[in-house]
């Protein structure tokens, strides 16, 4: 075939494509595209895996034709959305890249790609789940960042990694202070298992600080990516009312779920400590979903390793907490069994 016949047929193969594509993300993101009118939005119909490292080889090449405000490429999904932060911009990659059809090392093999302007500021459909806030509305949930700093954080991973570590069904944990118990997500008050390591000391002092708390239990959870933490609420009996979390190492969101159907995620950057009072601490349900990415203002956080240092006030006494219908005080007043 010749080399002129050849790149016919191959502009044929790409342009069916396209229109496969187009109904695609008709059919998924409800949209109908505006094809023709220069935008900064665009759909990206990249035909490949959507793994991290066809995100990364997209995004390296998109960032040639000026700076974007968003990029969202989900993994088993073969067309993603960009954002451009000048029309100028989009224009040139819309140009460039329909007329020239660059040949980028996606997996499984490399392969050109095309765009379609979109008018829509887009969040796709399809990963709207993921999609995390920096300031989520629940009532007593208070997030302060760089609560630690960078060479604090390298230390207690060094001092963590140390250790053993127990493995759960979807993540490793350490306790420190007094043993938990899971199943009754309590702990046994009368067998402290060991005292605080002296490298815990800063963080202790801190937090005695800033809330007038010494804490006494010590709860570590290490997630790879895709590790999760089932919904739950931490008992009120075992513990006080402050729980105080501080993250390590990688981003990722927390899920809080309410009876009444409200469901917001918290993205948590690293070096932040999130504390839960109030209804965040005896009301809502906490979880981390099982997932390798978040979605934060338009772009995509791929998770990497992150640990969490859960801080908890053994309680002396019955909870009195305002939300009995939530609270588990029955269960532990004296002489129950
Ligand atoms: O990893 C986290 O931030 C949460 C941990 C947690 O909820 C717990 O240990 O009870
Ligand atoms: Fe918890």
Same mark, same amino acid.
């Given at each position: 075939?010749?080399?002129?016949?050849?790149?016919?047929?191959?502009?044929?193969?790409?342009?069916?494509?396209?229109?496969?594509?187009?109904?695609?993300?008709?059919?998924?993101?409800?949209?109908?595209?505006?094809?023709?009118?220069?935008?900064c939005?665009?759909?990206?119909?990249?035909?490949?895996?959507?793994?991290?490292?066809?995100?990364?080889?997209?995004?390296?090449?998109?960032?040639?034709?000026?700076?974007?405000?968003?990029?969202?490429?989900? =993994?088993?999904?073969?067309?993603?959305?960009?954002?451009?932060?000048?029309?100028?911009?989009?224009?040139?990659?819309?140009?460039?890249?329909?007329?020239?059809?660059? !040949?980028?090392?996606?997996?499984?093999?490399?392969?050109?790609? /095309?765009?379609?302007? /979109?008018?829509? @500021?887009?969040?796709?459909?399809?990963?709207?789940?993921?999609?995390?806030?920096?300031?989520?509305?629940?009532?007593?949930?208070?997030?302060?960042?760089?609560?630690?700093?960078?060479?604090?954080e390298?230390?207690?991973?060094e001092?963590?990694?140390?250790?053993?570590?127990?493995? &759960?069904?979807?993540?490793?944990?350490?306790?420190?202070?007094?043993?938990?118990?899971?199943?009754?997500? =309590?702990?046994?008050?009368? /067998?402290?298992? =060991?005292?605080?390591?002296?490298w815990?000391?800063?963080?202790?002092?801190?937090?005695? &600080?800033?809330?007038?708390?010494?804490?006494?239990? &010590?709860?570590?959870?290490?997630? @790879?990516?895709?590790?999760?933490?089932?919904?739950?609420?931490?008992?009120?009996?075992?513990?006080?009312?402050?729980?105080?979390?501080?993250?390590?190492?990688?981003?990722?969101?927390?899920?809080?779920?309410? /009876?009444?159907?409200?469901?917001?995620? @918290?993205?948590?950057p690293?070096? =932040?400590?999130?504390?839960?009072t109030?209804?965040?601490?005896?009301?809502?349900?906490?979880?981390?979903?099982?997932?390798?990415?978040? !979605?934060?203002?338009?772009?995509?956080?791929?998770?990497?390793?992150?640990?969490?240092?859960?801080?908890?006030?053994?309680r002396?006494?019955?909870?009195?907490?305002?939300?009995?219908?939530?609270?588990?005080?029955?269960?532990?007043?004296?002489?129950?069994?």
């Amino acid at each position: 075939m010749s080399e002129d016949k050849r790149m016919k047929v191959y502009l044929k193969g790409l342009k069916k494509k396209k229109i496969k594509g187009i109904e695609l993300i008709k059919r998924d993101e409800k949209i109908e595209l505006w094809e023709e009118r220069p935008n900064c939005g665009l759909f990206i119909l990249h035909y490949s895996e959507g793994s991290e490292d066809d995100y990364h080889v997209l995004r390296s090449h998109l960032l040639q034709y000026g700076p974007l405000s968003s990029l969202i490429i989900l =993994s088993g999904i073969n067309y993603g959305y960009a954002c451009y932060e000048s029309l100028e911009s989009a224009a040139i990659a819309y140009e460039t890249i329909n007329n020239s059809y660059p !040949i980028l090392p996606f997996s499984p093999k490399p392969h050109p790609f /095309t765009v379609l302007y /979109t008018p829509i @500021q887009h969040n796709l459909q399809l990963g709207k789940d993921s999609i995390c806030y920096e300031n989520v509305p629940v009532p007593g949930l208070i997030i302060e960042k760089d609560f630690i700093s960078a060479e604090y954080e390298q230390l207690l991973v060094e001092e963590l990694d140390k250790l053993p570590w127990n493995p &759960l069904a979807n993540r490793r944990v350490q306790h420190f202070g007094f043993d938990f118990i899971y199943g009754a997500n =309590s702990i046994n008050p009368e /067998t402290p298992s =060991s005292g605080f390591p002296a490298w815990i000391n800063p963080l202790l002092t801190d937090l005695q &600080l800033k809330f007038g708390i010494s804490y006494d239990q &010590l709860t570590v959870n290490d997630y @790879q990516p895709g590790d999760s933490i089932p919904p739950h609420i931490d008992s009120h009996s075992p513990f006080e009312e402050i729980l105080a979390c501080i993250s390590i190492l990688g981003p990722i969101s927390m899920c809080f779920r309410n /009876t009444d159907g409200r469901e917001f995620n @918290q993205f948590i950057p690293p070096r =932040s400590m999130l504390a839960m009072t109030d209804e965040a601490r005896y009301v809502w349900k906490h979880s981390i979903q099982q997932r390798r990415h978040d !979605i934060v203002n338009g772009n995509l956080v791929h998770r990497k390793r992150r640990i969490s240092l859960t801080f908890r006030k053994i309680r002396i006494g019955p909870c009195r907490c305002k939300y009995p219908e939530f609270c588990d005080r029955d269960r532990y007043e004296e002489g129950s069994n």
